[in-house]
């Protein structure tokens, strides 16, 4: 089991970027071997991955969807594969993303002899397309609705929560709902334990998603 943390900072209102963050379905533009998400219910989501060219689902409880602050998720059964995501506002028009990934790597990247260096690289590759979809356009290109958040950008952060204490809550104690959250639209998927077969074809293809896959386009 490994965990990583890494910082990024987006020139994009606090609100813009959260409200990306927020949305599930915008995930397979910048995360690395996300082929779907969609909402199943009002606090879970079922993910289609591409994992050494095989195709794995499983479905992860949304921990905290707290507007403007803190969107944090993680798996309900099987290997463990858990987000933090903190926001804080860097004035008016720059929010700093906090990202915090714990993973099983045996699991997510079951080829990779370096772990945790390859995870920390991973992860450091998706916020820096993140940053380019927010910053070009492409997510979020509309401007900030005037007072939105405008209490955020004067309040202290919060302590971040690691992945590890939100999958400890998802496995011991599921949440009845999420707090302040904007609505995150999405089919609903059948869902399998993580690593699990599905009805459709196990392969995908070639490997992982790549830069130009992920990117803009």
């Not at 490994?2 to 949305?23: D, R």
């Amino acid at each position: 089991m490994s965990m990583v943390q890494q910082a990024i900072e987006v020139s994009a209102p606090l609100h813009t970027v959260y409200q990306q963050l927020a949305a599930f379905e915008n995930y397979p533009r910048f995360m690395t071997g996300v082929r779907q998400v969609t909402t199943s219910g009002s606090d879970q989501t079922h993910w289609i991955m591409d994992v050494d060219g095989k195709r794995r689902e499983f479905d992860a409880q949304i921990i905290e969807q707290t507007l403007d602050e803190r969107v944090s998720w993680s798996t309900m059964e099987g290997p463990l594969l858990a987000e933090t995501l903190t926001l804080r506002p860097m004035g008016e028009t720059k929010t700093q993303i906090v990202a915090q990934l714990e993973a099983d790597i045996a699991f997510l990247m079951p080829s990779d002899r370096h772990g945790q260096e390859s995870l920390n690289r991973r992860l450091k590759a998706d916020l820096t397309t993140f940053k380019g979809l927010v910053e070009s356009g492409v997510l979020g290109g509309r401007p900030m609705p005037a007072g939105a958040s405008s209490k955020r950008l004067t309040s202290p952060a919060r302590d971040f929560a690691s992945p590890a204490s939100v999958a400890t809550r998802v496995h011991k104690h599921p949440p009845a709902g999420r707090s302040d959250s904007d609505p995150v639209s999405g089919g609903v998927a059948g869902s399998a334990h993580m690593g699990g077969r599905s009805t459709s074809a196990d392969i995908w293809g070639s490997g992982m998603i790549n830069e130009e896959e992920r990117g803009i386009g």
